[in-house]
């Protein structure tokens, strides 16, 4: 099977459906695995992008939070929110089969504190320079969680069985 023609496949319809151009196939030993398109028009949820829904799948799936062993193939380099959790479940591989510079003149999603263009700028200040208002309130019973966490899981700080560097 062709794994990019069915991203494109699956991005089209959605268009014709309604939907944003978007979609994610996640591919293990030769077969879909998970698959989706983008379903925030269609849902009124921003974080429906078509990688988390075939992340969630996929991991369901497999009972894992992690994807090590697939390949995921996206319609467009992921955005910013997509991009953090595909460092998160670790595939092996991700194929993105455009840019976008090269989708801009037909698409745009700039939002009141989110620009694609500049969004990485952006990320990489500190937390009380970004445009995002937010506010840092401290408080230790916060840090007592983890605190917690530690204790139940034998004093290890790092979650079992997930892939690290």
Not at 108 to 127: M, N, P, Q
Request: net charge negative.
């Amino acid at each position: 099977m062709d794994f990019a023609q069915r991203t494109i496949d699956l991005a089209r319809s959605n268009v014709t459906e309604g939907g944003r151009p978007f979609s994610t196939v996640i591919v293990k030993d030769g077969e879909i695995l998970a698959e989706s398109a983008n379903k925030v028009a269609q849902t009124s949820d921003p974080t429906a992008h078509a990688e988390i829904l075939a992340i969630r799948e996929a991991c369901t799936k497999l009972g894992t939070e992690h994807l090590v062993g697939t390949t995921v193939y996206v319609l467009a380099h992921p955005c910013p929110m997509c991009l953090g959790a595909l460092y998160y479940c670790s595939p092996d591989k991700v194929v993105f089969l455009t840019t976008r510079d090269a989708y801009e003149p037909h698409y745009v999603d700039d939002r009141k504190y989110f620009e694609l263009g500049t969004f990485y700028a952006e990320f990489a200040k500190d937390w009380d320079e970004r445009r995002l208002p937010m506010r840092y309130e401290p408080h230790e019973a916060a840090v007592d969680v983890y605190r917690l966490w530690q204790e139940r899981n034998g004093g290890e700080r790092r979650v079992a069985g997930v892939p690290t560097a």
